[in-house]
């Protein structure tokens, strides 16, 4: 699903084949590339597909990778920090891509 998303939006993994195309690396950039898309061009097609890949699959896996993240015994400051910068990333991209 990841990968027709991809193309769809004119994507491709350049490790396609290396890394599984839901790496959260691929995911990110994926995300950058469509908000930048928006903000040139406002395309309702690409709002939805946006509004979709945000609210269909990655609300649906952040939340349970930050709270494994949150379970962690032993946990480097940094790791913890960038969940929570995640966490918060998500909420306020969903904000934005709602408007």
């Not at 490790?15 to 930048?36: N, Q, T």
């Not at 597909?49 to 015994?73: G, T, V």
């Amino acid at each position: 699903m990841v990968r027709r998303l991809y193309q769809t939006v004119g994507l491709v993994s350049p490790w396609e084949g290396k890394i599984p195309d839901d790496h959260i690396s691929l995911e990110l950039d994926a995300c950058l590339h469509m908000r930048m898309g928006l903000l040139k061009s406002r395309s309702l097609q690409l709002g939805d597909i946006y509004s979709y890949f945000l609210n269909e699959h990655m609300a649906r896996w952040i939340p349970a990778f930050i709270a494994k993240i949150n379970e962690a015994q032993e946990l480097p400051k940094l790791i913890g920090w960038v969940g929570r910068e995640l966490d918060n990333w998500l909420v306020c991209e969903r904000q934005w891509v709602a408007k």
